[in-house]
């Protein structure tokens, strides 16, 4: 079964709509995980809560995430790959 999380102890579904009305978070009681959907794609889906419970580090993994950081991402991704010597370039 699925439910959408629409109100939680934290308040992280009004946290997230800060961040873009568009985000909403379902619970899958089969896996028991959290999911973070975003109404403006054809597929909802953007990513699965790492952590158990909905609490600040959940706004702070999305805010992390967001397209809009994908260079930075992108960037630190390789620069710890280089550091580990996962490759060079």
């Known amino acids: 079964m699925i439910l959408e999380i629409k109100n939680d102890v934290y308040y992280i579904a009004e946290r ?4 873009d009305f ?3 978070i379902l619970y899958d009681t ?6 973070i959907h975003h109404k403006g794609q054809s597929d909802t889906y953007c990513l699965t809560v790492p952590f158990d419970e909905l ?7 999305v805010n992390q995430t967001r397209v ?4 930075r991402l992108l960037k630190e991704l390789d620069e710890e790959n ?3 010597g996962v490759y060079e370039s």
Do not use: G, M, S, W
Request: overall charge positive; aromatic content about 14%; cysteine-free.
């Open 16 to 19: 997230l709509k800060e961040i």
């Open 22 to 24: 568009k985000y909403f």
């Open 30 to 35: 089969k896996k028991q995980k959290y999911e």
């Open 55 to 61: 609490d600040a580090r959940t706004v702070d993994f």
């Open 68 to 71: 809009e950081n994908r260079d």
């Open 82 to 84: 280089r550091r580990r």
